[in-house]
């Protein structure tokens, strides 16, 4: 009977301790901000390529639609809208990395943690809209080689 009763309050003890750990397991705000910044890390090898794709475009609107008949306005409309894209993603880019601050001066670390996670959630949004111009730019560059 007592060993019974010794493992109940062992597993009460247990229990505590758990939703007590639990309660202080929010992940520190320096964690998130080394997530952040390697994200962005990330992103500007992205940001190369998108540049790049940029430039190779703009040479070919340049180029090949000096005089626009009828039949290439479709191709050009195409063109533009994936150039748009592609400066899109770069001025979210830019305006984000104006607007980031590392530091949390004057801020709490419950602050500090939501704010790196905000960021976190837009580098994110930004990578799927990086991965869509270069996915597009670079099919439309593929379909001109061959």
């Known amino acids: 009977m007592f060993s019974i009763i010794l493992k109940a309050y062992h597993l009460i ?4 301790l758990c939703l007590i750990l639990s309660c202080n397991s929010q992940p520190d705000y320096k964690l998130v901000r080394q997530e952040v910044v390697a994200k962005h ?3 500007m090898v992205y940001e190369e390529q998108l540049i790049e794709n940029r430039r ?5 609107l340049q180029k090949q639609f000096k005089k626009t ?3 290439d306005l ?5 063109l533009l809208a994936i150039i748009q894209l592609l400066d899109k993603a770069d001025e979210n880019m830019m305006s984000w990395m104006r607007a980031f601050k590392v530091d949390i001066e004057g801020k709490t670390k419950k602050e500090a943690l939501a704010y790196f996670q905000t960021e976190k959630l837009k580098l994110m949004e930004m990578e799927k ?6 996915l597009k730019s670079q099919s439309y560059l593929k379909s001109k080689k061959d």
């Open 13 to 16: 003890a247990l229990s505590m």
């Open 74 to 78: 479709k191709e050009k409309e195409e």
């Open 69 to 71: 008949s009828k039949n």
């Open 56 to 60: 190779l475009l703009n040479n070919i």
């Open 41 to 43: 890390d990330k992103l």
């Open 129 to 134: 809209q990086f991965k869509i111009a270069l």
